[in-house]
């Protein structure tokens, strides 16, 4: 049965901390991960990943992705309030249009 | 990316009755999608839109509870029909704008059932 498992389900920080959010998977027919942030309703596309080994990077956020293993981490270095959010992981698989969801890790910041 | 607009925002129905939520993207695009969000879970694939043509529904859902219409490549409506509470849920629109392109979504709606 394909799965997308995220870890852990929920994080509290201080602003300033360092995060490391983990997305396991098993799935067929492996095409990409993606990362999401959920603020209120609506997932905010972060990264794509397809390939092994190559960091993703924007701001403070960074990704990479392990096919070999099958995982990927989501960084984000001194972090903000404004980075509280639901943090989702998605994977895409050749010949399916659906895009199979994680549960999300929960981040909460605080001042 | 394409700009998404989905309404309503949000509403509270009364249980055997329907509500329509509408997505419009500013840009045609190639595909489009219906996803809920029960409360406290993530995201599940409900449908995908076909333009012109019936939707194609996953395990679970059928198309006389969530009907779908989609005439044309900028626009789809999902209907809830006969609603009971366990359809309370976040119910979200999203887009692909190229085959192997990233998923973008709308703002979502909330939807509370009483």
């Known amino acids: 049965e394909d799965k997308v498992v995220q870890s852990p389900l929920s994080l509290v920080v201080h602003e300033g901390d360092t995060v490391t959010l983990n997305c396991s998977y098993e799935?067929?027919?492996?095409?990409?991960l993606l990362w999401y942030k959920q603020e209120k309703k609506a997932p905010t596309f972060l990264f794509m990943l397809?390939?092994?080994?190559i960091e993703k990077k924007s701001g403070r956020l960074s990704s990479i992705l392990d096919k070999k293993e099958l995982f990927s981490i989501l960084n984000i270095t001194a972090t903000q309030t404004g980075d509280s959010a639901v943090y989702l992981c998605?994977?895409?698989?050749?010949?399916?249009?659906?895009?199979?969801f994680g549960t999300g890790t929960r981040l909460t910041v605080i001042p | 990316s394409a700009v998404i607009s989905q309404k309503p925002s949000r509403d509270i129905c009364q249980r055997g009755t329907s509500l329509t939520i509408q997505c419009q993207v500013d840009?045609?695009?190639?595909?489009m999608f219906w996803y809920r969000q029960q409360p406290g879970q993530s995201l599940t694939l409900i449908a995908t839109?076909?333009?012109?043509?019936?939707?194609?529904?996953e395990s679970g859902f059928v198309i006389d509870k969530f009907p779908i219409s989609r005439p044309n490549l900028t626009f789809s409506t999902l209907t809830v029909s006969n609603m009971s509470p366990e359809d309370s849920s976040i119910y979200l629109c999203?887009?692909?704008?190229?085959?192997?392109?990233?998923?973008?979504f709308g703002n979502g709606t909330r939807l509370t059932v009483t």
């Open positions: 998605a994977v895409d698989q050749t010949g399916a249009n659906n895009l199979f």
């Open positions: 999203s887009v692909a704008t190229a085959i192997n392109s990233p998923l973008h």
């Open positions: 839109a076909n333009q012109g043509s019936e939707a194609t529904y």
């Open positions: 799935v067929t027919n492996f095409r990409s």
């Open positions: 397809t390939s092994s080994g």
């Open positions: 840009s045609q695009v190639t595909m």
